[in-house]
Nanobody
Framework: QVELVESGGGLVQPGESLRLPCTAS????????LGWYCHAPGKERELVAH???????NYGDSAKGRFTISRDNAKDTVYLQMNSLKPEDTAVYYC???????????????WGQGTQVTVSS
């Protein structure tokens, strides 16, 4: 059974930084792609950053230049480093793991429980 545990959220002031770790269990982590998504009140859940098993990264427009996704396969953990935070970054941040499956199925998605990030002065 795949489980994802996120942490690192909290209340910060504009311009500050946070690092969100997400640790996976029950999967062969090196095969998996991972992503961070955010969900703000009144908005759709949207992609923040994504990293493949081969370390290819992709970012949502709001994250480009400020956020960095990385993975530590030895620790089964993916990180989201968030710099220069803005009030509009306030949201619940979710970790998503994409586990390779039968080619007819594609990938199996798993989600963490989310961690709240609030950026406010």
């Amino acid at each position: 059974q795949v489980e994802l545990v996120e942490s690192g959220g909290g209340l910060v002031q504009p311009g500050e930084s946070l690092r969100l770790p997400c640790t996976a269990s029950g999967t062969i982590f090196t095969r998996d792609a991972l992503g961070w998504y955010c969900h703000a009140p009144g908005k759709e859940r949207e992609l923040v950053a994504h990293i493949t098993a081969g370390d290819i990264t992709n970012y949502g427009d709001s994250a480009k230049g400020r956020f960095t996704i990385s993975r530590d396969n030895a620790k089964d953990t993916v990180y989201l480093q968030m710099n220069s935070l803005k009030p509009e970054d306030t949201a619940v941040y979710y970790c998503k793991l994409e586990e390779p499956s039968d080619p007819r199925v594609g990938v199996l998605p798993y989600w963490g429980q989310g961690t709240q990030v609030t950026v406010s002065s």
